[in-house]
């Protein structure tokens, strides 16, 4: 499995990005998405996961109300999940990685994901 995410870039404080995640490869038949980061210094953490049908999310407390994790729910493109990140903060700099796991359902626990992207760097400026 291949995960291939992009999107990523230098904003100020209060702007947007969306990041994008494309999964491929030797895919299982139904898996959860995730998005987690690392900031320099820090342990690699939870930001968002989604369902295999899209349906259902989950969140950290950090990124509610301002990240939406979203998946694309036709049947062909179902390995492309999306972060849209609002009203970013300094605090929100971090390298962040696109994960697949073999649950249907979504999750913030880092143990039920198998695969794992090489991240794409974000930087909020203050």
């Known amino acids: 499995v291949q995960l291939q995410a992009s999107g990523g870039g230098l904003v100020p404080t209060g702007g947007s990005l969306r990041l994008s995640c494309a999964a491929s490869g030797r895919m299982f038949m139904r898996y959860t998405m995730g998005w987690f980061r690392q900031a320099p210094g820090k342990e690699r953490e939870f930001v968002a996961g989604v369902s295999w049908s899209g349906g259902r999310t989950i969140y950290a407390d950090s990124a509610k109300g301002r990240f939406t994790i979203t998946r694309d729910t036709r049947d062909n493109a179902k390995n492309t999940v999306y972060l849209q990140m609002n009203s970013l903060k300094p605090e929100d700099t971090a390298v962040y990685y696109c994960?697949?796991?073999?649950?249907?359902?979504?999750?913030?626990?880092?143990?039920?994901?198998?695969?794992w992207g090489q991240g794409t760097q974000v930087t909020v400026s203050s």
């Open positions: 994960a697949v796991g073999t649950s249907n359902y979504e999750s913030g626990r880092a143990q039920d994901y198998d695969h």
